[in-house]
């Protein structure tokens, strides 16, 4: 099929109200796997972060379609790109992402139609009905399409559901370099969708609803797994990715090398492995041909995962460096703690936490205990591998006793040689099973969340302080502004603190930093660049 639309994609995600402050170095895989399908159509696209689309101006003309995604923090940002299109352009807005879970709200906003849930099919069937041509099917067609969000005729919100992509759509490789810091950036390769934690929630729920104790979730067969009696969203009270995303869906290798490849190709030097669970990849090849519904059993499918990373390895060599972010502790045994540092020798890998509390983490409905968080980081740091941990303050059943006990986790997680604690704010995601629950205040505001974040501080800053004197590899960026003008500023190619820099370098160089001083809890400062 032969397109006449044009397509600009933004990706907002981590845009906020706006702009792009601490996720500048970070691309998702997201608005790449939307691309990647209109150019198998044989549709022009482009892709643009934020700070560009709202610099664009009069160039918004040369584009018939606007595709918008982000998170649900980004709503605000994703409002503003829709208005600044109408104003400049008037054509088709469609959002996408997590953030299409808040339907409603971008419509009411701008936006024509929302993408819900996994939007490569959906968005291949919108192509064949009109898109193509720069316009959206009839109301009554469009109520033929999965996973889609309209404002009716009747001003009557209609959703055809959550939609989970069934086809192999290969993501866009060419489409990376429309992003400024793409050879610098961190650059998300996707491997597992969905996640295992199918338990629930002990925590009652603003509209009543609260566990039965019947222990379907956790002991009962895997399919049997997928439906509460209680009508309890499954996971982890905060999260919504398993009743989003249903249970894990893993990518073949040969798709994930390609991509790699074909990345290494356009200069990126940053490869993250994207799952909620790396260790789920392939895991339920193991699980009898149910549903991978147990976040604790079975094993890891070390097989797959050791065909991948030895690939990987074979494929990047010195030319990039590949880190696993996610990994649920209850699954990181000796055996995958062995496999990932025999592959990534020296990586992250990132743990969720959230609570130090152990009654606190069976009611959230986590599956991995704090003790076994404990072994986890003990376990990675034995082998070789750098963690990074998680929390979240703010939570649903946090009491200033539980934040005192995540407050003791963080002083052993950094003794046990955690390279990094990073704490989010709670707030409520839209399908998740807190979703009723209000946010939690800021920290400054909050005696618990307030010892949680400044303990954090202060260990990060504790960490930081163990860089100075250490000569590290660090990758350009850009040059520095307002208190940094005349300097340069790089992210440490395997991972760590933003870092400021004299030196004579160009973007995209890497080079060798001497670290001489803490700024900050996420950034240093370090003496004139080697090459």
Same mark, same amino acid.
């Given at each position: 099929m032969v397109a006449s639309a044009r397509f600009l994609l933004v990706d907002a995600t981590g845009a906020g109200s706006g702009v792009r402050w601490l996720t500048r170095d970070v691309i998702g895989s997201g608005a790449r796997a939307i691309a990647g399908v209109l150019e198998k159509m044989g549709a022009f696209v482009r892709i643009m972060v934020p700070e560009a689309f709202f610099e664009a101006g009069s160039r918004l003309s040369e584009f018939n379609v606007l595709m918008c995604g982000g998170m649900s923090m980004d709503v605000p940002a994703m409002t503003k790109i829709a208005k600044m299109w109408k104003r400049h352009n008037g054509g088709i807005c469609i959002a996408g992402g997590p953030a299409s879970l808040e339907a409603e709200k971008l419509l009411r906003e701008g936006y024509d139609l929302a993408l819900v849930g996994e939007a490569e099919d959906t968005v291949a069937d919108l192509f064949a009905k009109g898109l193509s041509d720069g316009c959206l099917p009839d109301e009554d067609e469009l109520r033929r399409i999965r996973g889609v969000s309209f404002i009716s005729k009747s001003s009557v919100l209609f959703s055809s559901g959550v939609r989970r992509t069934t086809? &192999?759509?290969?993501?866009?490789? !060419?489409?990376?370099?429309?992003?400024?810091? =793409? #050879?610098?950036?961190?650059?998300?390769?996707?491997?597992?969708?969905?996640?295992? $934690?199918?338990?629930?929630?002990?925590?009652?729920?603003p509209d009543g609803r609260k566990c039965l104790e019947c222990g379907r979730c956790? $002991?009962?067969?895997?399919?049997?797994?997928?439906?509460?009696p209680a009508n309890i969203p499954p996971g982890c009270g905060y999260c919504s990715v398993p009743n989003v995303y249903g249970p894990p869906r893993s990518r073949r290798v040969e798709s994930i090398l390609s991509e790699v490849e074909g990345l290494l190709e356009q200069g990126? #030097?940053?490869? =993250?492995?994207?799952?909620?669970? +790396?260790?789920? +990849?392939h895991r339920d090849e193991k699980a009898g041909g149910s549903p991978l519904t147990d976040p604790r059993e079975p094993e890891p499918n070390y097989d797959y995962i050791s065909e991948l990373l030895s690939n990987l390895k074979d494929l990047t060599g010195s030319k990039a =460096?590949?880190?696993? !972010?996610n990994v649920k502790p209850c699954l990181f045994t000796r055996d995958a703690a062995s496999v990932i540092s025999? =592959?990534?020798p020296g990586s992250?890998? &990132?743990?969720g936490g959230e609570t130090g509390d152990a009654d606190h983490a069976f009611a959230l409905g986590r599956p991995s205990t704090p003790s076994e968080t404990l072994a986890a980081v003990g376990a990675a740091v034995r082998e070789g591998l750098r963690p990074y941990v998680y929390f979240i303050h703010g939570l649903p059943g946090q009491t200033l006793k539980s934040a005192r006990k995540t407050v003791k986790m963080i002083r052993k997680v950094a003794g046990l040689g955690a390279e990094k604690i990073t704490v989010y *704010? +709670? #707030?409520p995601l839209p399908m998740s099973a807190f979703e009723g629950f209000k946010e939690a205040p800021s920290a400054s505001r909050s005696k618990a969340g307030g010892l949680i974040v400044r303990e954090a501080i202060r260990v990060n800053k504790a960490m930081k302080k163990k860089l100075v004197g250490k000569v590290i590899d660090v990758v350009v960026a850009e040059k520095g502004k307002?208190?940094? *003008?005349?300097?340069?500023?790089?992210?440490?190619?395997?991972?760590?603190?933003?870092?400021v820099f004299s030196g004579v370098a160009s973007i995209g160089d890497v080079v060798k930093v001497l670290i001489t001083n803490v700024l900050g809890d996420k950034l240093v400062e370090g003496s004139s660049a080697v090459p």
């Amino acid at each position: 099929m032969v397109a006449s639309a044009r397509f600009l994609l933004v990706d907002a995600t981590g845009a906020g109200s706006g702009v792009r402050w601490l996720t500048r170095d970070v691309i998702g895989s997201g608005a790449r796997a939307i691309a990647g399908v209109l150019e198998k159509m044989g549709a022009f696209v482009r892709i643009m972060v934020p700070e560009a689309f709202f610099e664009a101006g009069s160039r918004l003309s040369e584009f018939n379609v606007l595709m918008c995604g982000g998170m649900s923090m980004d709503v605000p940002a994703m409002t503003k790109i829709a208005k600044m299109w109408k104003r400049h352009n008037g054509g088709i807005c469609i959002a996408g992402g997590p953030a299409s879970l808040e339907a409603e709200k971008l419509l009411r906003e701008g936006y024509d139609l929302a993408l819900v849930g996994e939007a490569e099919d959906t968005v291949a069937d919108l192509f064949a009905k009109g898109l193509s041509d720069g316009c959206l099917p009839d109301e009554d067609e469009l109520r033929r399409i999965r996973g889609v969000s309209f404002i009716s005729k009747s001003s009557v919100l209609f959703s055809s559901g959550v939609r989970r992509t069934t086809g &192999h759509w290969a993501p866009s490789i !060419e489409r990376i370099r429309d992003y400024p810091l =793409y #050879k610098v950036a961190r650059v998300y390769v996707w491997c597992v969708r969905g996640c295992s $934690n199918f338990y629930r929630t002990r925590i009652p729920l603003p509209d009543g609803r609260k566990c039965l104790e019947c222990g379907r979730c956790t $002991n009962g067969p895997l399919m049997d797994r997928l439906i509460c009696p209680a009508n309890i969203p499954p996971g982890c009270g905060y999260c919504s990715v398993p009743n989003v995303y249903g249970p894990p869906r893993s990518r073949r290798v040969e798709s994930i090398l390609s991509e790699v490849e074909g990345l290494l190709e356009q200069g990126v #030097k940053r490869i =993250y492995l994207g799952a909620s669970c +790396f260790l789920d +990849f392939h895991r339920d090849e193991k699980a009898g041909g149910s549903p991978l519904t147990d976040p604790r059993e079975p094993e890891p499918n070390y097989d797959y995962i050791s065909e991948l990373l030895s690939n990987l390895k074979d494929l990047t060599g010195s030319k990039a =460096y590949v880190s696993v !972010e996610n990994v649920k502790p209850c699954l990181f045994t000796r055996d995958a703690a062995s496999v990932i540092s025999e =592959y990534l020798p020296g990586s992250t890998i &990132h743990f969720g936490g959230e609570t130090g509390d152990a009654d606190h983490a069976f009611a959230l409905g986590r599956p991995s205990t704090p003790s076994e968080t404990l072994a986890a980081v003990g376990a990675a740091v034995r082998e070789g591998l750098r963690p990074y941990v998680y929390f979240i303050h703010g939570l649903p059943g946090q009491t200033l006793k539980s934040a005192r006990k995540t407050v003791k986790m963080i002083r052993k997680v950094a003794g046990l040689g955690a390279e990094k604690i990073t704490v989010y *704010k +709670f #707030k409520p995601l839209p399908m998740s099973a807190f979703e009723g629950f209000k946010e939690a205040p800021s920290a400054s505001r909050s005696k618990a969340g307030g010892l949680i974040v400044r303990e954090a501080i202060r260990v990060n800053k504790a960490m930081k302080k163990k860089l100075v004197g250490k000569v590290i590899d660090v990758v350009v960026a850009e040059k520095g502004k307002e208190g940094f *003008k005349g300097r340069l500023v790089g992210y440490p190619l395997r991972e760590g603190p933003t870092v400021v820099f004299s030196g004579v370098a160009s973007i995209g160089d890497v080079v060798k930093v001497l670290i001489t001083n803490v700024l900050g809890d996420k950034l240093v400062e370090g003496s004139s660049a080697v090459p």
